[in-house]
């Protein structure tokens, strides 16, 4: 058991008070062990979470999840995720916080971590603990692969011009060419909307994209009129399904903070926690 742990203080304390075993009263900080660096092991993290019967906690979703976002954010996994032989995983602080996040928040364990975490990340950046971070991180993620896989599917499928056919598809989303998205939203004329979307626009882009490959593979369709049709039509049904289920069009929903100041609050994070846990210097004698 490490011997240097937080002693929470503030507002911190209640969340801990509830992140905690219901049988022995142990919690996340009692938890750390120390091997020449501070750990804890994911099944337990998992087991305090309110997950049951973790047989290999290395290959459950919400740690999946939180290597993705990990490599996605340039920070080395082997630093933060120690698989073990038995398939357990040795986590580092901020794994902790990834895993916590990645969660499933409907569970009043995770919650209360999640709060945990959020009070010990705004001391590093008030980006990392928003809570749709993670979610932007990811999901951005997928767009990117997606529009990669989308791109070579239209230029396969005859697209000659593909900032006409990108374009199609947004304004059919947004009832608007890029350009005039770009200035609807605030966005620089040298970056994507798609860096400044909110986790639900994000998600219904990524919808878009992945409809409109989707379609040109089922119909077969061929040349740049036709895909650029197709993506104005899809964008178009991905609009009114925003418009039925949470009566607002895209446009209209508010953009978030840009991705890379995400992206530099949770790097920042990950540096003050692997501070936190940092072997402490002995004084001069």
């Known amino acids: 058991m490490v011997e240097n742990v937080i002693q929470p203080t503030g507002e911190k304390d209640a969340a801990l008070d509830v992140f905690h075993f219901d049988d022995d009263r142990a919690n996340f900080e009692q938890l750390a062990e120390d091997n020449g660096f501070h750990f804890w092991m994911c099944s337990q993290l998992m087991r305090l979470l309110g997950y049951e019967s973790i047989a290999e906690a290395g290959k459950i979703k919400p740690v999946q999840r939180a290597i993705t976002a990990c490599n996605t954010l340039g920070i080395p996994i082997q630093e933060n995720f120690d698989f073990q032989s038995d398939g357990d995983v040795k986590l580092t602080r901020f794994a902790c916080y990834l895993v916590a996040m ?119 369709l061929q040349g740049q009129p036709a895909l650029e049709r197709t993506a104005a039509n899809v964008g178009k049904e991905v609009r009114d399904l925003l418009k039925r289920t949470i009566g607002k069009t895209p446009e209209s929903l508010p953009p978030a903070p840009d991705i890379r100041r995400v992206h530099r609050g949770l790097k920042d994070t990950s540096k003050g926690f692997k501070a936190i846990d940092a072997p402490k210097k002995k004084p001069n004698t």
């Not at 950046?125 to 896989?149: F, G, H, K």
């Not at 697209?159 to 939203?185: C, D, H, P, S, T």
């Open 102 to 220: 990645n969660a499933d928040p409907k569970k009043p364990a995770v919650a209360a971590a999640q709060a945990y975490f959020a009070t010990l990340a705004v001391q590093f950046s008030q980006y990392a603990q928003e809570n749709e971070a993670m979610d932007r991180v990811l999901t951005r993620e997928e767009i990117t692969q997606q529009e990669r896989s989308l791109s070579s599917v239209a230029k396969q499928a005859g697209v000659q011009n593909y900032a006409f056919f990108q374009n199609a598809g947004y304004r059919g989303m947004y009832n608007m060419n890029l350009n005039k998205l770009r200035e609807r939203k605030g966005v620089p004329s040298n970056r994507s909307p798609l860096d400044f979307m909110g986790a639900t626009e994000s998600a219904a882009n990524l919808l878009r994209i992945r409809l409109t490959e989707d379609k040109i593979n089922v119909d077969n």
